[in-house]
């Protein structure tokens, strides 16, 4: 598999995180309304640098890992998010995904471009059958993203994760290749 994907839409460039990227990566995944809604929180750039070397792999499609792609703003090239892709352990046909967009990047449609870039490199390039991904119930704004890309709600887990000091629950979307072709 080529490791050196880089994925070119119209305003945006998908390509691995690196370590360089850590001090970036740092500033928008630091903001309390970015990661109001998820687990991983850094409270330091050393915590982003050991995100990218124990918790993500360098390779992509390994079976249990995820995998980081950056956003970058081909306009300015500057790192403004990163979208991981969880490759499942039990079904090579399935991923998940998970985005994160600076606050002063999102409603302008960059998650959006970022998603569909993934996700048709997922289906049309990895032959992968079935994209999922985990949202807050609390986070509209997810919800509504994930809803525009064709995905359909399948499941609603009552208090599924403790995070940040209390249960949540979770919500899963998902698509499957074909619903996929037919709908964009």
Avoid at 67 to 83: C, H, L, R, T, Y
Avoid at 113 to 133: C, D, P, Q, S, W
């Amino acid at each position: 598999m080529d490791n050196n994907i880089l994925i070119t839409l119209e305003r945006l460039m998908l390509r691995p995180i690196q370590l360089a990227d850590s001090a970036s990566i740092f500033i928008y995944r630091s903001n309390s309304t970015v990661n109001q809604f998820q687990g991983w929180i850094p409270k330091t750039v050393d915590d982003v640098h050991d995100f990218i070397t124990d918790r993500t792999s360098p390779e992509i499609n390994v079976p249990g890992s995820w995998f980081q792609f950056a956003i970058v703003k081909k306009e300015i090239n500057e790192i403004i998010g990163d979208v991981g892709v969880h490759f499942s352990d039990s079904d090579e046909f399935q991923v998940e995904l998970g985005i994160s967009l600076s606050q002063i990047h999102q409603g302008k449609g960059f998650a959006t471009e970022a998603l569909i870039g993934v996700i048709n490199y997922l289906f049309n390039r990895m032959h992968k059958n079935r994209i999922t991904a985990s949202i807050d119930p609390r986070n509209q704004k997810s919800i509504q993203l994930f809803e525009r890309l064709g995905f359909r709600k399948e499941a609603h887990f009552k208090q599924r994760y403790f995070i940040n000091g209390e249960w949540v629950d979770d919500l899963v979307y998902a698509i499957l290749k074909d619903e996929w072709e037919t709908g964009n």
